[in-house]
């Protein structure tokens, strides 16, 4: 069997599993494009499970792509919040507001249009066309390079461009159409999700590939495949947190509207880690006039190239003329205020110290 009827077999044997087999979640409840768009940007980065709440909640807020694009930004981060990469929910919004003003609330059904779409790159595009569309377009990610790479224990860096665009090229070749399009793109999910794993060891005696795979067959070792390049170590950067509370709420501040976690809600904070008179000193600065101060919670956020290590300060102000802040009651800043979960250790804090 040659390369190319091989794979051809393959996209079949997952097409069928797929129909057969394949998992019953919310957005497979049809194919209309919104609902696999707002799906598809909500799983980048993010497990199934942790995707199935927030996908149901925006559909009630947002039941229509012009409602999302009708949406105010505090209300969107609110409902994003938690689900990280907050650039993300932006880009749902802009691309919705594109899809509203130009294509007139109807999706564009070719993947070159679904790219105009901020947000939207091949995989997206490829996934929407394919399973909404029926077009014989493939979408290539994690686990489509995955499942390729042990299939034909291909040792090519996973992250060249010049790899994906040649598996894209091979897939779109031997693609199917329509119903059989768009069982394929999920069974890729599928055998990518539940057998052909990103961390430990595959299940290939289970995986309906395992009688055409290199690896499944026992031909290759699955530690080697897919192949990737190290990742440079991230960078850690230590910051002070000011929990700023006149006893009742605290007071927050809405971050820049560019860069890292951008129009969120945060409490403020410093580079380095202060001493209980420096966080003093800094909260005066702000403009806050200081009772006291004390040790509190501390925390530690993961983004993808850089870590935030935190210490944080519980600091009582007196009555303060701040402009520049909110004051916020602890509910308010559970129902209100889109906080980013990079605080999330200080929320539970101040709900433990309630």
């Not at 935030?308 to 909110?326: E, P, Q």
């Given at each position: 069997m040659d390369k190319r009827e091989a794979l051809t077999t393959a996209l079949g044997l997952m097409a069928d599993f797929y129909r057969k087999n394949g998992r019953s979640l919310p957005w497979r409840r049809d194919r209309e494009p919104y609902h696999?768009?707002?799906?598809?940007?909500?799983?980048?980065q993010t497990r199934v499970e942790a995707v199935i709440p927030y996908y149901?909640?925006?559909?009630?807020?947002?039941?229509?792509?012009?409602?999302?694009?009708?949406?105010?930004?505090?209300?969107?981060?609110?409902?994003?919040?938690?689900?990280?990469?907050y650039s993300r929910a932006r880009n749902l919004k802009r691309a919705a507001e594109r899809i509203v003003s130009v294509y007139g609330g109807r999706f564009p059904d070719t993947p070159e249009a679904l790219l105009t779409l901020p947000g939207v790159g091949k995989y997206t595009a490829g996934a929407i066309s394919s399973i909404c569309f029926g077009l014989p377009k493939s979408a290539?990610?994690?686990?489509?390079?995955?499942?390729?790479?042990?299939?034909?224990?291909?040792?090519?860096?996973?992250?060249?461009e010049?790899?994906?665009?040649?598996l894209a090229s091979e897939l779109d070749a031997v693609y199917p159409r329509g119903n059989d399009a768009a069982d394929t793109t999920q069974g890729f999910m599928e055998v990518g999700q539940r057998f052909c794993l990103p961390n430990g060891a595959p299940k290939?005696?289970?995986?309906?590939?395992?009688?055409?795979?290199?690896?499944?067959?026992g031909d290759a070792d699955y530690t080697l495949y897919p192949h990737k390049e190290k990742k440079k170590p991230r960078r850690i950067l230590p910051r002070t947190v000011l929990l700023l509370t006149d006893g009742e709420g605290f007071y927050l501040r809405q971050r820049p509207k560019t860069?890292?976690?951008?129009?969120?809600?945060e409490f403020p904070s410093a580079d380095g880690h202060l001493s209980k008179d420096e966080a003093v000193r800094a909260a005066s600065e702000l403009g806050f006039s200081v009772a006291g101060a004390l040790e509190a919670a501390v925390g530690k956020h993961i983004f993808t190239h850089l870590e935030?290590?935190?210490?944080?300060?519980?600091?009582?102000?007196?009555?303060?003329?701040?402009?520049?802040?909110?004051l916020?009651?602890?509910?308010?800043?559970?129902?209100?205020?889109?906080i980013p979960s990079a605080f999330r250790a200080f929320l539970n804090y101040i709900n433990e110290q309630k």
């Open positions: 696999v768009f707002l799906s598809e940007i909500m799983l980048q149901e909640r925006f559909l009630t807020l947002f039941p229509t792509v012009e409602a999302l694009a009708a949406a105010s930004d505090d209300l969107l981060f609110k409902a994003w919040e938690g689900l990280g990469y290539v990610d994690g686990n489509a390079l995955r499942i390729y790479s042990r299939l034909f224990a291909d040792g090519t860096c996973i992250t060249d010049a790899f994906k665009s040649r290939c005696v289970d995986c309906p590939l395992s009688s055409l795979c290199a690896v499944g067959r860069g890292l976690l951008a129009g969120l809600w935030w290590h935190m210490k944080s300060y519980l600091i009582s102000c007196k009555k303060a003329d701040v402009s520049s802040f909110v916020a009651s602890p509910r308010e800043m559970e129902e209100t205020y889109a």
